[in-house]
């Protein structure tokens, strides 16, 4: 059974960091493209970044709203966000999501870890 589960998240103050971790379980990680999602009550969902399986590089991709603030990260298996400079309004559910198919869409996700930015 594919699995994915995020932790991580919680209260912070604007302009402090968070890193978030999600362990995947149940297939071979390395093989597939990951994805972050967040997700708020105003905006819905949001794609925030992908990265590429480890035989195609890893390679990243952001939202703008991100770029230079959020780095996304694999290793065997887990995948990570770095949440840095983080905003007001970065509060929202982060998911990880596991990708298939091509064009890749988003087949598995986890339950979610909670991030709050607020002074």
């Known amino acids: 059974e594919v699995q994915l589960v995020e932790s991580g998240g919680g209260l912070v103050q604007p302009g402090e960091s968070l890193r978030l971790s999600c362990a995947a379980s149940?297939?071979?990680?390395?093989?597939?493209?990951m994805s972050w999602v967040r997700q708020t009550p105003g905006k819905g969902l949001e794609w925030v970044s992908t990265i590429t399986s480890t035989i195609r590089g890893s390679v990243a991709a952001y939202t703008d709203s991100v770029k230079g603030r959020f780095t996304v990260s694999r290793d065997s298996a887990k995948l990570y966000l770095q949440l840095n400079s983080l905003k007001t309004e970065d509060t929202a559910m982060y998911y990880c999501?596991?990708?298939?198919?091509?064009?890749?869409?988003?087949?598995?996700w986890g339950q979610g870890t909670l991030v709050t930015v607020s002074s």
């Open positions: 999501a596991k990708m298939s198919g091509w064009p890749p869409y988003f087949e598995v």
């Open positions: 149940g297939f071979t990680f390395s093989n597939y493209y």
